[in-house]
């Protein structure tokens, strides 16, 4: 009988035991094999990268100084965009980082003046918002035209009105 609480408790571990052994396998394995990448979206990430590259080499070309370093550029073109969305908080966040990088707050400004300056822009084209940041990120102090209003037709009818 003294033998019989040790020979309980191990046979009740080893049950504990085999119950835990399917969940650990499983958990180890995952769900299954996740499909490899296809190779459109393969080429599509490739050429955003390449996108990004070109973008950087532009910005640090044609801006002297810090604001065309890379880190600036990327970290300044977010805050902008940040802005432009109403994202006060996390452009804030962003901005104490683009601080610490000695990045130059005046280009922020102007950069946003000059997104600010070229009007809405349809909140679904994300694209348009990021070509326009980088746009007015490199050369922010070319504002684009502003379409000419259409005046109403004066009436010439040849008749002096009374």
């Not at 070509?131 to 922010?140: E, K, L, Q």
């Amino acid at each position: 009988m003294t033998c019989e609480g040790p020979f309980r408790f191990s046979f009740a571990l080893g049950i504990f035991a085999a119950a835990l052994l399917p969940l650990a396998a499983s958990a180890q394995s995952g769900p299954g094999k996740t499909p490899p990448p296809k190779p459109a979206e393969n080429g599509k990430a490739v050429a955003n990268a390449q996108k990004q590259v070109d973008e950087l080499a532009e910005a640090a070309k044609a801006l002297p100084g810090s604001a065309g370093k890379p880190e600036c550029v990327w970290l300044g073109r977010r805050v902008v965009i940040l802005l432009w969305r109403n994202d006060i908080d996390t452009a804030l966040r962003h901005l104490a980082v683009y601080d610490r990088f000695n990045c130059p707050s005046v280009h922020i400004r102007a950069a946003f003046r000059c997104l600010i300056q070229q009007g809405p822009i349809d909140p679904k084209a994300l694209e348009t918002l990021n070509s326009r940041a980088f746009a007015c990120w490199v050369h922010p102090d070319q504002v684009p035209p502003q379409p000419a209003a259409t005046s109403a037709p004066a009436a010439s009818s040849g008749a002096t009105p009374r």
